[in-house]
């Protein structure tokens, strides 16, 4: 979408890039075979190609702009994963970190038009303490 041309125009990539790219992501559509039936084809209008080398690269690019929100140095990510890093002497300080995180991640995402998949959340906790292992905590 426009948003994200944008987002590579401001990082700074040349016109001619961004000029690819939009032609790379647009004008894609999709048919299912099943059983040696071809279903209709259907016109892709959002997201990038699954299995392009070049769709993770540039789904990065995009999503940039989240991992420099907040802390950027508790922020990081992988492909199409992000993941936050809370470290304190408390899990339910953690906890209450990693839920304001979210929560600005979610911010961010509504507002360019990108949506998570909480289904998808986890919340792992670490520590060297028996007491406080399981606070009641759940990422929203």
């Given at each position: 979408s426009e948003r994200e041309y944008q987002t590579l125009r401001e990082q700074g990539w040349p016109?001619?890039?961004v000029l690819w790219i939009a032609?790379?992501?647009t004008?894609?559509?999709?048919?299912?075979?099943?059983d040696g039936?071809?279903?209709?084809?259907?016109d892709i209008t959002c997201g990038l190609p699954q299995g392009s080398p070049v769709s993770g690269?540039?789904?990065?690019?995009y999503t940039s702009p989240l991992f420099r929100l907040g802390n950027p140095r508790n922020r990081f990510g992988y492909a199409d994963n992000a993941a936050n890093l809370a470290i304190s002497s408390s899990l339910a300080t953690n906890c209450q970190a990693?839920?304001?995180?979210?929560?600005?991640?979610l911010d961010w995402g509504a507002a360019?038009?990108?949506?998570?998949?909480?289904?998808?959340y986890e919340l792992l906790?670490?520590?060297?303490?028996?007491?406080?292992?399981?606070?009641?905590?759940t990422p929203s």
């Open positions: 016109t001619n890039l032609s790379f992501a004008g894609r559509s999709v048919q299912i075979r099943l039936e071809t279903g209709p084809s259907i690269i540039l789904f990065m690019l990693l839920s304001n995180s979210l929560q600005e991640a360019e038009g990108i949506t998570f998949a909480p289904d998808k906790h670490f520590s060297q303490h028996t007491v406080d292992q399981d606070p009641t905590c």
